[in-house]
Nanobody, 121 residues
Framework: VQLQASGGGLVQPGGSLRLSCVAS????????MGWYRQAPGKQRELVAV?????????TDYLKDRFSISRDSDSDKSTVHLQMNYLKPEDTAVYFC??????????????WGRGTLVTVSS
């Protein structure tokens, strides 16, 4: 399985960005997909996950501004993260992850390389 993330960049405070991550390869093993982020000098933290049945889980303080979605076809599965009302503290490298463990992202087998989101005026 390969994960390719896109959509990061520079945005002003209050703006929006949409991240996407395409999973390809042996995607039949993928049940859950999600996003983590790691800010400079901080530990990696979960942002959101979405299961193949549509269930979602968010870090509580992000769920009012961030929204995760997913679409799939026969040869790829894509997870999106819509981020609104962005704040400077949202600046981080955002990592896409996927795996067979559904709503337990800590055990996901597959990780993307990350895409940088910078929120600054």
């Amino acid at each position: 399985v390969q994960l390719q993330a896109s959509g990061g960049g520079l945005v002003q405070p209050g703006g929006s960005l949409r991240l996407s991550c395409v999973a390809s390869g042996n995607i039949s093993s993928i049940v859950g997909m999600g996003w983590y982020r790691q800010a400079p000098g901080k530990q990696r933290e979960l942002v959101a996950v979405i299961n193949s049945d549509g269930r979602t889980k968010y870090t509580d303080y992000l769920k009012d501004r961030f929204s995760i979605s997913r679409d799939s076809d026969s040869d790829k599965s894509t997870v999106h993260l819509q981020m609104n009302y962005l704040k400077p503290e949202d600046t981080a490298v955002y990592f896409c992850a996927a795996g067979s463990t559904g709503m337990n992202p800590e055990e996901y087998e597959y990780w993307g390389r990350g895409t940088l989101v910078t929120v600054s005026s």
